[in-house]
């Protein structure tokens, strides 16, 4: 049976993604772009779309998407909104490829207040065709890591750092940027707030929004295949992509909130489904949570010492299952899942790490759903039988007939072949018929008594 839940679990995992990979939005619907109202009389249109949160496949996509949107509309350029930790190298890659590719020029601006372009973000920023920042914003911390926030092999991260260095410079040589702060970037981690990056000419102009720098764009010029096109604010149509239900939701697994509650939600789903067999609904939502936060921490920066600890926690909370501790197995599962919790997103600024109003919130409830789900079984297991063959242990049974030793008893309102516990009567006993003796084993149908 068990093995009929695990592949019936399985089957639903890879029917969700399947779905999840083709879900698209009706073609009835309206096109994902939509029109400012007061566009009127226009001349350059620019599509407007934004990336939030970690950098991914859905993100890569996503551009492609815009890109191929606005070359069907006939706009002349495409803004980039961009707030992000960073991401995975491949999405990154992905991204600048299909930005240097295009016919459209791809501008990003790094905004609004508040926001940064950590990481893979410092890419996007130097292969745009034009760069900007909002006032209070940071750029940079674009050191490669490995997977779960590990450290890389140092003779494998000197080849993969000399790799993104060149591709850095590579990129932001086009536009005649500064070229060795990309490269620090890189090599040592080096961040830069807005106004230091528009004086070094990491980026060429620092604007509180996206119409303010799209104007300063016009003003400054932006290079083309067809040569440099100016524009002033009067000729600008903006025009917003958006995004399809499937990127929405792709985007929404990538929070790092979302991704914590989510595996903390499998464990404890999964823990309850192990010990109590047979429940099935709890294994299926636990296991579906658990591939979903997976997904989710494969992008997001995850210290894996925080989820080994969390995972460590679940052990214990299970050997108390088993194992006598009053209370300490518990106690110290409670522990590593709040340590695990508190370093399980490395703090970069103060941008990743959890609140610790989700942390204590969340490991309290956990902690209370796993403790008690795990006394409740530990109490299931330690209750002696109420019903079936194990029951009648410890019970009283009658003598119907009975020679040295073996015969036949009456127990549990059946007729029993008996022998007698050949271990403490070795040459056997004499019992009379209704002589009252105790049940003590039970071997396949034949039950092992004891006179006394």
């Given at each position: 049976?068990r093995?009929?839940?695990?592949i019936?679990?399985?089957?639903l995992?890879a029917?969700?993604?399947?779905v999840l990979?083709?879900?698209?939005?009706?073609?009835?619907?309206?096109?994902p772009?939509?029109?400012s109202q007061?566009?009127?009389?226009?001349k350059i249109?620019?599509v407007?779309?934004s990336?939030?949160?970690?950098i991914?496949?859905?993100?890569?996509?996503l551009?492609?998407?815009?890109l191929?949107?606005?070359?069907?509309?006939?706009?002349q350029?495409?803004?980039l909104?961009?707030?992000?930790?960073?991401?995975?190298?491949?999405?990154?890659?992905?991204?600048?490829?299909?930005m240097?590719?295009?016919?459209?020029?791809v501008?990003?601006?790094v905004?609004p207040?508040?926001?940064?372009?950590?990481?893979?973000?410092v890419f996007l920023v130097a292969?745009s065709a034009?760069a900007?920042m909002?006032?209070q914003t940071?750029?940079?911390a674009?050191?490669?890591?490995?997977?779960g926030g590990?450290?890389i092999?140092?003779?494998?991260?000197?080849k993969?750092?000399?790799?993104?260095?060149?591709l850095?410079r590579s990129?932001?040589a086009?536009?005649?940027?500064n070229?060795?702060?990309y490269e620090?970037?890189?090599r040592n981690?080096?961040?830069?707030n807005?106004?230091?990056?528009?004086t070094?000419?990491?980026v060429?102009?620092?604007?509180?929004?996206?119409?303010?720098?799209?104007v300063q764009?016009?003003?400054?010029?932006?290079k083309?295949?067809?040569?440099?096109v100016h524009f002033?604010?009067?000729?600008?149509q903006?025009?917003?992509?958006?995004?399809?239900?499937?990127?929405?939701?792709l985007s929404?697994?990538?929070?790092p909130?979302?991704?914590?509650l989510l595996l903390?939600?499998?464990?404890?789903c999964?823990?309850?489904?192990?010990?109590?067999?047979?429940?099935?609904?709890?294994g299926v939502v636990?296991?579906?949570?658990?591939l979903?936060?997976a997904?989710?921490?494969?992008i997001?920066p995850?210290?894996?010492a925080?989820?080994?600890l969390i995972?460590?926690s679940?052990?214990?909370f299970?050997?108390?299952?088993?194992?006598?501790?009053?209370?300490?197995?518990?106690?110290g599962?409670?522990?590593?899942l709040?340590?695990?919790?508190?370093i399980?997103?490395?703090?970069e600024g103060?941008?990743?790490?959890?609140?610790?109003s989700l942390?204590?919130?969340?490991?309290?409830a956990?902690?209370?759903?796993m403790?008690g789900a795990?006394f409740?079984?530990a109490?299931?297991?330690r209750k002696?039988p109420?019903s079936g063959i194990e029951?009648m242990i410890?019970t009283t049974?009658?003598v119907l007939s009975?020679d040295g030793k073996?015969?036949?008893v009456f127990?549990y309102g059946t007729?029993?072949?008996a022998?007698?516990d050949s271990?403490?009567y070795?040459?056997?006993v004499e019992l009379?018929?209704g002589a009252?003796?105790?049940?003590k084993?039970?071997?396949g149908l034949?039950v092992i008594?004891d006179?006394?």
């Amino acid at each position: 049976m068990r093995g009929l839940r695990f592949i019936a679990v399985i089957s639903l995992f890879a029917a969700f993604f399947v779905v999840l990979q083709t879900i698209t939005l009706p073609a009835e619907e309206k096109s994902p772009i939509q029109t400012s109202q007061n566009a009127e009389n226009s001349k350059i249109t620019i599509v407007q779309f934004s990336i939030e949160g970690g950098i991914g496949p859905a993100q890569a996509e996503l551009t492609e998407n815009v890109l191929k949107e606005a070359g069907s509309i006939g706009a002349q350029f495409v803004v980039l909104q961009l707030d992000t930790p960073g991401g995975l190298v491949s999405s990154m890659r992905e991204i600048v490829k299909t930005m240097l590719n295009s016919s459209i020029p791809v501008l990003v601006w790094v905004g609004p207040r508040g926001s940064r372009a950590a990481s893979a973000g410092v890419f996007l920023v130097a292969a745009s065709a034009f760069a900007g920042m909002a006032p209070q914003t940071t750029m940079g911390a674009a050191s490669p890591v490995g997977a779960g926030g590990k450290n890389i092999d140092p003779t494998m991260s000197k080849k993969v750092i000399n790799d993104l260095v060149s591709l850095v410079r590579s990129v932001a040589a086009r536009h005649d940027r500064n070229l060795n702060w990309y490269e620090d970037a890189v090599r040592n981690s080096t961040t830069i707030n807005s106004e230091r990056a528009a004086t070094a000419r990491v980026v060429e102009v620092v604007a509180p929004s996206v119409e303010d720098f799209l104007v300063q764009a016009g003003k400054h010029g932006i290079k083309t295949l067809d040569g440099t096109v100016h524009f002033s604010e009067s000729q600008l149509q903006i025009v917003r992509y958006e995004p399809t239900f499937r990127y929405k939701v792709l985007s929404w697994l990538i929070d790092p909130q979302i991704a914590y509650l989510l595996l903390l939600a499998g464990v404890a789903c999964l823990f309850i489904e192990f010990t109590h067999a047979g429940a099935i609904i709890p294994g299926v939502v636990g296991a579906l949570a658990l591939l979903l936060g997976a997904y989710a921490m494969s992008i997001l920066p995850t210290n894996i010492a925080g989820l080994l600890l969390i995972l460590f926690s679940i052990v214990l909370f299970a050997l108390e299952i088993n194992i006598t501790s009053y209370g300490l197995l518990s106690l110290g599962g409670v522990a590593a899942l709040l340590i695990g919790s508190l370093i399980l997103f490395p703090e970069e600024g103060g941008h990743m790490a959890l609140p610790i109003s989700l942390v204590l919130g969340t490991t309290g409830a956990i902690a209370s759903i796993m403790g008690g789900a795990a006394f409740l079984a530990a109490k299931a297991m330690r209750k002696k039988p109420a019903s079936g063959i194990e029951a009648m242990i410890g019970t009283t049974a009658e003598v119907l007939s009975w020679d040295g030793k073996e015969g036949r008893v009456f127990a549990y309102g059946t007729l029993w072949s008996a022998k007698i516990d050949s271990e403490k009567y070795p040459d056997g006993v004499e019992l009379e018929k209704g002589a009252k003796v105790t049940v003590k084993a039970i071997e396949g149908l034949t039950v092992i008594i004891d006179k006394e």
